[in-house]
């Protein structure tokens, strides 16, 4: 491909598989002419980190990205979901479009971690937490006063639907009908939009369940409506490059990484009147886990603790690999934000935050739909039994997970574009996503 495209839209897809794309008569007809390829996620292949790759086409060890959460050990605070984009360590695809001598214009959609990040247009959820403890819906949009503008033509952005038990195509459908509405207002050079509707089910209920099934044709028509619309706003059909940021596993089987800490002494808590909660300034060793990984922070690096808390995990069920030391570095997350061990699921696993011992003990977040308190990641809370108005504290109930290493063909994903020429010839990772986008602007990146 030898001519620079006008516009390039990057649609970056949970879940997306080679099967699933079989299905999907809109997502092939809007792709018609171009080149379909197995995509290999990086590991963590998780949503925060993929996401970082493919948009500075580099691997955690450089950005920084290494979950979809961190541990600031300068402060002790655990944080999940809500870094802004200066967590990001390497430029974005959009901050060299902005320097290009022609000066690209671009837009981030929903992506994780772009709020304040250098496109020109923006829009991410961002609520604002009112001082009784309730939110009130709100979006961070570039320019500022975007949302209003949005939220007056098509209300406000269903937070509640974008993740939780009562996620569904109504938050895509908002994505999309907002995406249309700043195309037409502003005509970006490239549009990079995040859609995840095909996670939600395929945790839930299993990646080849009927309810994971539904969520296919769902996301299809609605990728429809996007194609048609584009074409009708900027008189021309895009460049599509739509790209799957992992494949969802079934899982059979929960791993407790802090329980175990706890069990050898490692870990403490602190005793409340209701309940336990994690003491990370006075743990020895404890676990953030999420998905399929663990990142095990050891209090000053201490040798003999991280040598203890490796033979701990070495040989359990559903523990395929414990990496510490230079073997960080095997799969390129050997960064100061990395845990001192980092414990990895085999693919029919994956790790729960818990570390009570006694449910009886459990905090009252634990029963919660709260996602910025826990100190890890709980898809249970996909579980959220209306009749209780709380989740239940049994994590055998996902049944799909990702974030392990992607060794095995069911753990790939695909890329599929509208025009070929853009792949590399060879297996295709994430962080080819990068020099793809650039390469259809007729630009190259050496070196990164």
């Known amino acids: 491909m030898d001519q620079r495209s006008e516009y390039v839209v990057l649609l970056t897809v949970a879940n997306l598989r080679e099967r699933d794309v079989e299905r999907m008569s809109n997502l092939r007809e809007m792709t018609a002419g171009g080149e379909i390829a197995d995509l290999i996620p990086g590991f963590p292949a998780l949503t925060c980190p993929v996401q970082a790759n493919m948009t500075t086409g580099r691997a955690p060890a450089r950005h920084g990205v290494i979950a979809n959460g ?49 496109a020109d247009y923006v829009c991410t959820p961002a609520p604002i937490h009112l001082p009784d403890g309730s939110e009130k819906m709100w979006c961070f949009t570039r320019p500022e006063d975007l949302y209003p503008r949005l939220r007056e033509q098509m209300g406000d952005f269903p937070l509640h639907r974008f993740w939780g038990p009562l996620a569904n195509i109504e938050s895509t459908r908002w994505i999309i009908d907002s995406t249309l509405e700043a195309a037409r207002l502003y005509r970006p050079a490239l549009f990079y939009i995040y859609l995840p509707h095909l996670d939600y089910a395929a ?25 048609e619309g584009m074409r009708e706003v900027l008189g021309i059909a895009p460049l599509w490059l739509v790209a799957g940021e992992y494949a969802i596993t079934p899982v059979r089987h929960v791993l407790y990484p802090n329980r175990i800490l706890r069990e050898a002494g490692l870990l403490k808590v602190r005793e409340e009147a209701d309940g336990e909660y994690l003491d990370t300034a006075e743990s020895l060793a404890w676990a953030l886990a999420d998905h399929q990984i663990s990142h095990i922070f050891v209090r000053h690096g201490e040798p003999e603790v991280v040598r203890q808390v490796v033979e701990l995990f070495q040989g359990r069920q559903g523990v395929a690999e414990v990496l510490a030391g230079a073997g960080l570095g ?36 634990s029963r919660k739909v709260d996602i910025h308190q826990k100190p890890g990641y709980d898809p249970v809370e996909l579980f959220f039994d209306p009749a209780t108005r709380g989740i239940p504290l ?43 986008v650039l390469k259809a602007f007729g630009m190259t990146m050496p070196g990164v």
């Open 330 to 365: 095997r799969y390129h997350i050997d960064h100061p934000r990395s845990g001192e061990v980092v414990v990895v699921s085999t693919p029919g696993s994956w790790q729960a935050y818990y570390y009570w011992l006694d449910d009886r003990r459990a905090p009252p977040f």
């Open 70 to 118: 961190f541990y600031w050990r300068d402060r002790d605070e655990v944080e999940m979901w809500t870094s802004p984009n200066d967590c990001i360590e390497s430029p974005q695809l959009w901050d060299l479009l902005y320097h290009h001598q022609q000066g690209i214009p671009s837009a981030v959609w929903f992506s994780l971690h772009s709020k304040e990040c250098g």
């Open 203 to 227: 945790q839930k209920d299993g990646p080849d369940s009927p309810q994971a099934e539904r969520a296919v044709h769902e996301l299809d028509a609605e990728l429809g409506r996007l194609n």
């Open 394 to 436: 049994d994590a055998s109930l996902v049944k799909g997970s990702h974030g392990a290493p992607a060794h095995d063909a069911a753990q790939k994903t695909v890329v599929v574009t509208s025009q070929p020429g853009l792949a590399p010839e060879g297996p295709v990772r994430d962080r080819d996503v990068f020099h793809m």
